[in-house]
């Protein structure tokens, strides 16, 4: 009898065990789990809403949506499962979706729907799943391979979908990375991604809790690394919201090498710097009995407009009667360019994926196998590949999963 190991009972083994299984009927499949349950990261996506995918997905996103050091590999990946194929997945297996703009997800706003039906089909198949199984090392032992953990395990193929470092409490803590060495596979560097950013002497901290539509620019070295415009969050320690999330990693990186890390804000992207220094000249026009922290009260949220004043150097008192145009456009540029020295990310244990992982150049992205060691496939955040926000890591998942799975069975044929 086939026996198909997979190391790793998040999205992608799960995928790649229900694929395997449907694939191979006579195939003995089985998944290591160290946690006491799979797929406790499916019930943390979207908010407990499970983002599946999303409909970008497959139509030449690669250059906007993902990240790593080989995207022809991941959009290789993509072509071959695209959000048609994440949609059919599901559909199979009884899943009622529904879309929200391009985000994908079940009907019922529930990962809890998703998991249970994976787990419905797992059953289904015999698929077995072993938890709370540390597996210590994969050696090879003629043509199939010893797993060895608290108990040994045997396998003719090994999928390696162990995760990656983010949220290690459910259940991603690298332990995959040392298993792929073990195979000659070399790891690019691996940071947090999608992940608050902590600020050094945050000159916002008393407005924490604001809310603020905002332009933020990734800063490294003084160049511009990457943008997005969205909900800023304010914290005590720093910045978060989507926008922040979706730059992370190339600051996380850039703290990585050692470089200086800065994020710009845009507090105004609708509006020019000129036009919100005229905007201001109008505000203040024949108001000159009011303060400038008044007639900004009308933009900004309360607790931000002393925070502001303060980077422009007036004070929030100064009677718009004595500010003159120039000082004016000093407070519009203010609002527009505020630099954030960054000291470091929220770190792993509240990042949502990691960048970097296991480099794909070395991973065959028809099948995703090793190119270093024939029967070994690796499949999800193990990889070098992480998207932004939108259920792009989620999709990642089930496709590099459902590949191995149908590729692992497929090579005994």
Same mark, same amino acid.
């Given at each position: 009898?086939?026996?198909?190991? %997979?190391?790793? #009972?998040? $999205?992608? &083994? *799960?995928? @790649? ?121 994969? %050696?090879?032992? #003629?043509? $199939?391979? &010893? *797993?060895? @953990? ?264």
């Amino acid at each position: 009898m086939r026996r198909i190991g %997979i190391i790793g #009972g998040g $999205a992608a &083994g *799960i995928a @790649a065990a229900v694929t395997a299984a449907r694939n191979d009927r006579q195939a003995k499949v089985f998944i290591l789990e160290q946690k006491d349950r799979i797929g406790r990261k499916i019930l943390a996506t979207g908010n407990g809403r499970c983002n599946l995918t999303n409909c970008q997905i497959g139509s030449s996103c690669v250059e906007s949506c993902y990240r790593g050091e080989n995207l022809a590999a991941v959009d290789e990946v993509l072509r071959q499962f695209g959000y048609k194929e994440t949609w059919r997945f599901f559909e199979s297996l009884g899943l009622v979706m529904k879309t929200r703009g391009d985000y994908v997800y079940p009907r019922s706003d529930q990962a809890a729907s998703v998991l249970e039906l994976l787990n419905l089909e797992l059953k289904r198949l015999g698929a077995e799943v072993h938890c709370g199984v540390h597996v210590q090392s994969v %050696i090879r032992e #003629g043509k $199939a391979f &010893g *797993i060895r @953990a608290e108990r040994s395990f045997h396998a003719d193929r090994v999928i390696l979908a162990c995760g990656g470092k983010a949220a290690s409490a459910l259940g991603s803590d690298g332990s995959g990375y040392p298993l792929a060495k073990t195979f000659g596979h070399s790891i690019a560097p691996v940071v947090p991604a999608l992940v608050q950013l902590r600020v050094k002497a945050h000159p916002f901290a008393k407005a924490s809790g604001v809310r603020t539509d905002a332009r933020v620019t990734a800063l490294i070295d003084g160049v511009p690394a990457a943008e997005d415009t969205g909900e800023l969050q304010i914290t005590a320690y720093g910045i978060s919201g989507i926008p922040v999330f979706q730059i992370s990693r190339h600051i996380a990186l850039g703290l990585y090498q050692k470089k200086r890390a800065e994020v710009e804000l845009d507090l105004l992207p609708e509006y020019t710097e000129e036009e919100l220094t005229g905007l201001l000249a109008k505000i203040t026009a024949n108001r000159t009995e009011l303060t400038i922290g008044e007639c900004l009260a009308g933009i900004f949220n309360q607790k931000l407009i002393p925070r502001i004043l303060e980077q422009a150097k007036v004070r929030i008192q100064t009677r718009v009667s004595e500010l003159s145009r120039h000082k004016l456009k000093d407070i519009a540029d203010r609002c527009k360019k505020i630099r954030l020295t960054i000291q470091d990310t929220n770190g792993f244990e509240n990042a949502q994926v990691c960048a970097g992982g296991v480099r794909m150049d070395e991973v065959d992205p028809r099948t995703m196998e090793s190119r270093k060691r024939k029967g070994i496939y690796l499949a999800g955040e193990l990889l070098d590949a992480d998207g932004i926000c939108g259920g792009y890591n989620l999709h990642w998942a089930w496709a590099t999963g459902c590949i191995a799975g149908k590729a692992a069975v497929k090579d005994f044929r």
